[in-house]
């Protein structure tokens, strides 16, 4: 089973949500704003996977603009990055799906879904 963290309004996760029930994939969700990954968490995500720490943030969302996170994401430490992300959940980028090994799928990209998941 994989996790799947997501915000029940956001349109992508929602997409995302479709084509995993129209794939029979078997999921635990998590609303990611009620209750966002912990910074120990989001820490090992980053280093575990090829990501650069910019694509953890939802960069299109109020909050990150509001911020100003765009001058000065690229300066964080991924220790800096997941401290600032495990504070508020709309600021993480989603659907996060959480695969084995610490793997994760950042937004949803139909063709990801399907090379993890149907190959």
């Not at 996060?96 to 149907?118: D, H, P, S, T, W």
Request: aromatic fraction near 12%.
């Amino acid at each position: 089973m994989v996790t799947f963290y997501w915000y029940p309004k956001c349109s992508t996760c929602k997409k995302a949500k479709v084509w995993l029930d129209e794939h029979a994939i078997d999921y635990k969700i998590i609303n990611m704003i009620e209750e966002p990954p912990a910074k120990d968490l989001l820490i090992t995500w980053m280093n575990d996977n090829d990501y650069p720490i910019r694509r953890f943030f939802n960069t299109s969302g109020i909050k990150y603009r509001e911020q100003h996170l765009k001058d000065i994401v690229n300066e964080f430490t991924v220790e800096e990055a997941a401290s600032r992300l495990t504070v508020d959940g709309m600021l993480i980028k989603r659907p996060i799906m959480l695969l084995a090994n610490n793997q994760v799928l950042l937004g949803f990209k139909e063709k990801e879904y399907e090379e993890a998941f149907l190959n």
